[in-house]
T-cell receptor, first 111, second 113 residues
Framework: DAKTTQPPSMDCAEGRAANLPCNHS???????VYWYRQIHSQGPQYIIH???NNETNEMASLIITEDRKSSTLILPHATLRDTAVYYC????????????FGTGTRLKVLA | EPEVTQTPSHQVTQMGQEVILRCVPI?????FYWYRQILGQKVEFLVS????????KSEIFDDQFSVERPDGSNFTLKIRSTKLEDSAMYFC???????????FGEGSWLTVV
């Protein structure tokens, strides 16, 4: 089972920041948090990942709480093309690394 | 930017027929995966593959499924005798080293009739 819980859906106005929360209260010390998104039924697209520190790249920022039990993905200026299902994933080390997808958050960016 | 490519993009097959889905991973990647997504449901892990053998498989990946890397570039998923419930989008993914980021292809949509 996925180690994350996310709200099922969110709306965001175009041009505003989209803040997508994720709870991962059972995360272990060496497990990374990854974010992917899926537009329609396309392949999941990598966004960002982190372990403890906050991370930023050209797509988004990832804020991880100090206790690592939750995180927030921030899309700083959402556009209509950011409408997608966003998945927060804790990468599990079970001998090999495994990505277990939950149900994600369906983000709708509104014009 | 290098990407994972999958063929076919869509295949319709009769129940009981064999299907082979093909994937070309990113060229310097060593770890390969298949996931599937039944319409409206979650993306589910099927199998991971490294060094020409299966590393891990889920309970979904039963004896009807097999994977191989026949020629050092293609990575294939074979379903021996398809069932209606195998209808899904199948995603291939690859990873350069263990513990790096995995990158997904655009998927192969399989419809079993």
């Amino acid at each position: 089972d996925a180690k994350t819980t996310q709200p099922p859906s969110m709306d965001c106005a175009e041009g505003r920041a989209a803040n997508l929360p994720c709870n991962h209260s059972t995360i272990s010390g060496n497990e990374y948090v990854y974010w992917y998104r899926q537009i329609h039924s396309q392949g999941p697209q990598y966004i960002i990942h982190g372990l403890k520190n906050n991370e930023t790249n050209e797509m988004a920022s990832l804020i991880i709480t100090e206790d690592r039990k939750s995180s927030t993905l921030i899309l700083p200026h959402a556009t209509l093309r950011d409408t997608a299902v966003y998945y927060c994933i804790v990468r599990v080390d079970s001998g090999t690394y495994k990505y277990i997808f939950g149900t994600g958050t369906r983000l709708k960016v509104l014009a | 930017e290098p990407e994972v490519t999958q063929t076919p993009s869509h295949q319709v097959t009769q129940m009981g027929q064999e299907v082979i889905l093909r994937c070309v991973p990113i060229s310097n990647h060593l770890y390969f995966y298949w996931y599937r997504q039944i319409l409206g449901q979650k993306v589910e892990f099927l199998v991971s593959f490294y060094n020409n053998e299966i590393s891990e498989k889920s309970e979904i990946f039963d004896d009807q499924f097999s994977v191989e890397r026949p020629d050092g570039s293609n990575f294939t998923l074979k379903i021996r005798s398809t069932k209606l419930e195998d209808s899904a989008m199948y995603f291939c993914a690859s990873e350069r080293d263990s513990g790096n980021t995995i990158y997904f292809g655009e998927g192969s949509w399989l419809t079993v009739v």
